[in-house]
């Protein structure tokens, strides 16, 4: 979340900034600065009155010795007045402090000043293009045909065993979909990232921690027995092995890669766009997350898109990267950057990744600083990447490699992992 501080110092620029969002938070920005003025007035009160009943308690036992019984007796009943007193306006902040948390979770971050206007992905701005699509031969098949005929991907036994979007991987579709991980993995590894294995489910906090709630319950599965949720991306216990920890200012950067499965109900989602692999409930991906110096947050962000990058190449595919709108971006992003790959079969493009700064919204909530030396610790930046989500991934490089035998040919990146050529 934003910090009250910087909404303070910068409200004009915080209204003006949402409103690349399309959100008018005029009435909101002031609601909270009113709050605050209300909660430190009664923080004050509260402080006063503790002050005042230590001391009168402190003089209490001093009147009994000299045996002013009546005066203590006075000063008690004061001081249990004074109490009463406190504890009614620490009831009232109690509440005050609730509705202010509550005000401030419900404002997104503010976009960064490159992020274009727009409302739809539409107004999304390509600001890169790389590779030739691919001319198929008469007959190209879309990826739910091939991988029904060649018995590699099952999506009907899926349906039988959860319900649709989650699919059965078979014999080679399983060894190329290990084989896209390690080889995530490995790239990442080579890059610096330190590889972690986190938790699948997450607690409530976690999930606070990195903005998932409140704002996105409705798109998490929620173990409600435990209260527990099903990680939508790794990015959320990645990241907060991190919350409520100081670093040292010589352990950034920090930065981890992970391969999970995530679970996302993609409630409202249907029509021709999400057949086949194309939006599942479960999917694999490899995630890649940094914990940085604020001064150095966007270079990292460029060489995040950078390793993205090396990955699409590696694998063959044409592929595009697009600056979100302000009303396209995620609700903590400061700024993101989204992989589109072109599917030849389909005749569109697919989303494969996203690479996002969130500045300090993540780490105020974490509770995620640093510290230089001696200093006052101040926040540190998150970011993170999909490196890469593999259901698109595994759906282009079906169909753009396929040829006129039938057969699925396979990049030779991957061959080592695969142990075959072709499917």
Not at 221 to 245: C, F, Q, S
Not at 358 to 385: C, D, I, M, V, W
Request: some cysteine; charged content about 30%.
């Amino acid at each position: 979340m934003l910090q009250v501080k910087y909404i303070l110092d910068n409200k004009d620029k915080v209204i003006e900034g949402l409103k690349k969002r399309n959100l008018d938070s005029d009435s909101l920005i002031q609601e909270i600065i009113e709050l605050n003025i209300k909660r430190k007035d009664r923080i004050s009160k509260v402080e006063i009155l503790r002050a005042e009943g230590n001391k009168m308690s402190k003089e209490i036992g001093g009147l009994f010795k000299e045996g002013k019984n009546e005066e203590a007796n006075e000063a008690k009943s004061k001081v249990q007045a004074i109490k009463g007193e406190q504890k009614s306006l620490e009831d009232g902040m109690h509440e005050i402090e609730n509705k202010f948390t509550d005000l401030l979770y419900r404002i997104p971050n503010v976009p960064h000043e490159t992020v274009p206007t727009g409302k739809l992905e539409e107004d999304n701005v390509e600001i890169f293009r790389e590779g030739e699509i691919p001319n198929l031969h008469e007959g190209a098949k879309p990826h739910w045909d091939i991988v029904k005929e060649k018995d590699i991907i099952d999506f009907e036994t899926g349906v039988k065993i959860a319900g649709a979007g989650f699919p059965v991987y078979k014999g080679k579709g399983a060894r190329l979909q290990r084989a896209l991980i390690n080889f995530f993995l490995d790239e990442a590894d080579n890059s610096g990232y330190h590889e972690v294995i986190p938790p699948l489910l997450i607690n409530e906090a976690s999930g606070v921690g990195t903005g998932q709630l409140p704002d996105k319950e409705g798109q998490m599965y929620h173990a409600v027995a435990d209260d527990l949720y099903l990680i939508p991306t790794a990015e959320v216990p990645v990241t907060n092995i991190y919350r409520d920890v100081i670093l040292s200012e010589d352990e950034l950067p920090k930065k981890h890669t992970a391969y999970t499965p995530c679970f996302r109900r993609e409630a409202g989602s249907y029509g021709k766009d999400v057949r086949g692999l194309n939006r599942l409930h479960q999917f694999d991906k490899v995630e890649i997350v940094q914990v940085v110096h604020p001064d150095n947050s966007y270079a990292v962000l460029d060489e995040m898109v950078d390793h993205v990058k090396g990955l699409v190449r590696k694998l063959g595919l044409p592929f595009r990267i697009l600056r979100l709108c302000g009303g396209d971006l995620g609700f903590t992003a400061a700024l993101t950057f989204d992989f589109e790959v072109f599917s030849t079969a389909q005749d569109r493009w697919l989303e494969v990744s996203s690479v996002s700064n969130f500045e300090t919204y993540q780490s105020n909530r974490l509770k995620l600083r640093f510290r230089q030396g001696k200093e006052k610790p101040q926040l540190a930046h998150t970011l993170n990447g999909s490196a890469l989500a593999l259901p698109r991934i595994m759906a282009a490089l079906i169909e753009n490699n396929q040829n006129e035998k039938g057969e699925v040919l396979i990049p030779e990146v991957l061959q080592k992992y695969t142990g075959f050529d072709k499917m």
